[in-house]
């Protein structure tokens, strides 16, 4: 979901890169890295934020510039469960990336690379092909099994 | 400069066809053009094309806020590898 980055001052506090689609939406979790540690972050300004480890189930502020420079390029995750749950035919990238994609007949075609949108509706990469998401092509999707059904569209040349 | 008004807007002939064969057709199909600077007209909303970008045919599914645009616009060329976060897609 991110990754801390140069510390800022001398009071600890650390630039933090957000990859939610609302950066500020990173103050909302309980954030881990991969260490296993535990963090609460608070924005102080555009980029800027107060780290706590929590300790024992208590915030410990992140004080001094030393303690902020023993985080730098710190990687933060949010576990799956604690994003909030999403509308109809809407899906987490983490969820899609990763699942295995079946024909009608229940054949393996491959897993899913990538998920590109780029402002044209969503795309799946799929082995070395790409497929538009819509319901005409991914009309089935299991989250639970970590499948989804494909119906690869025909394709017609227009030279 | 700007294209002139008189002119219309450019598109490449045979899309056209190829558009309204694919229309009535109401297949589940992707047309795959090579031509990045056609524009976008109100006869494609609701089509899917792949627009080559070099290396591949990217799906683009055209709907009204693209009329206007060139298809090239919404098949870059250069790979851009972004994080997921918390990130979405709808399914169309």
Redesign the interface.
Known sequence: ??VIGRPHGVRGLLHVH????DPT?LARYELSDERGRRFALRWRSEGVAELAEIVAGKPVKIADRTAAEALVNVRLS?PRTA?PA?ED??????D??GMQACAPDGAVIGEVQ??????????LEIG?V?????????PE?DLAAGRMTV?A??????? | MTRSVWKGPFVDG??LN?AE??KASS?????????RRSTILPQFVGL?F?VYNGH????????EN?VGHKFG????TRTF????????????
Request: with cysteine.
């Open positions: 979901m991110g957000s990859y939610a689609t939406d949010v994003l999403t035919d809407e899906f987490y990238l983490a899609l990336v990538a998920v590109h949108d780029y402002g044209a509706g969503a795309s070395r790409l497929l538009p998401f819509t319901r005409a092509c991914v999707i119906v569209p025909a394709e017609v040349d227009a030279r | 045979y899309l190829k064969a694919a297949r589940n199909e992707i047309i795959r053009i090579w031509s899917t792949g591949k045919f990217l799906p683009v599914q055209v709907n693209m616009e919404f098949s870059p590898t972004g994080h997921s976060g918390d990130k979405k897609a709808k399914r169309g």
